[in-house]
T-cell receptor
Framework: AQSVTQLGSHVSVSEGALVLLRCNYSSSVPPYLFWYVQYPNQGLQLLLKYTSAATLVKGINGFEAEFKKSETSFHLTKPSAHMSDAAEYFCAVAPTAYSSASKIIFGSGTRLSIRP | NAGVTQTPKFQVLKTGQSMTLQCAQDMNHNSMYWYRQDPGMGLRLIYYSASEGTTDKGEVPNGYNVSRLNKREFSLRLESAAPSQTSVYFC?????????????FGPGTRLTVL
């Protein structure tokens, strides 16, 4: 069964500092991977997704993630944090062998706080 | 396109009351999902519908029922609400044709059961 683990339920960085949110997946074959963001009192929205076309994936709002098969990781980064990045971030995995019963599995989330 | 819409946005119930949460999508997606989100618990899947006419249980189905009314609509019913069902409920949809399809989420329904 596939799963994702997000290391750190809460990450706090200073405005302008590097943002690094960690995600490791468990899968027998490289899966599809997603990062979602949830701003306060809103639903989740897609930041970016990995579909095997390129290992470095760029998303919205200056975020990017790198797929590393050897480390089974898909960490999310942003070079310079902005106050508006404060939100909860979810890593998610889906099997590449698609069937009608295939589901996206979500991690437990990481809350990102930005210090002025 | 409105995407995924949910009604109501907020609801307060008394223990034992029933209600139905409505969800609709206008993206012609095959798959639809209901999640609940509680502090520190992440997203937990309640029920899903892989395609019109099918529904399946997720991780936490007890106390809930669903109906896939048509391809657009997927409702969640609480027959006898309990305080443990106080949560934020999210509906999501997915094209459901490829593994790389992402899920689209609604804005959520905040439910309080007294």
């Amino acid at each position: 069964a596939q799963s994702v683990t997000q290391l750190g339920s809460h990450v706090s960085v200073s405005e302008g500092a590097l943002v690094l949110l960690r995600c490791n997946y468990s899968s027998s074959v490289p899966p599809y991977l997603f990062w979602y963001v949830q701003y306060p009192n809103q639903g989740l929205q897609l930041l970016l997704k990995y579909t095997s076309a390129a290992t470095l994936v760029k998303g919205i709002n200056g975020f990017e993630a790198e797929f590393k098969k050897s480390e089974t990781s898909f960490h999310l980064t942003k070079p310079s944090a902005h106050m508006s990045d404060a939100a909860e971030y979810f890593c998610a995995v889906a099997p590449t062998a698609y069937s009608s019963a295939s589901k996206i599995i979500f991690g437990s989330g990481t809350r990102l706080s930005i210090r002025p | 396109n409105a995407g995924v819409t949910q009604t109501p946005k907020f609801q307060v119930l008394k223990t034992g009351q029933s209600m139905t949460l409505q969800c609709a999508q206008d993206m012609n997606h095959n798959s639809m999902y209901w999640y609940r989100q509680d502090p520190g618990m992440g997203l937990r899947l309640i029920y899903y519908s892989a395609s019109e006419g099918t529904t399946d249980k997720g991780e936490v189905p007890n106390g809930y029922n669903v109906s896939r009314l048509n391809k657009r609509e997927f409702s969640l019913r609480l027959e006898s609400a309990a305080p443990s069902q106080t949560s934020v409920y999210f509906c999501a949809s997915r094209a459901g044709t490829r593994g790389s399809d992402e899920q689209f989420f609604g804005p959520g329904t905040r439910l309080t059961v007294l």
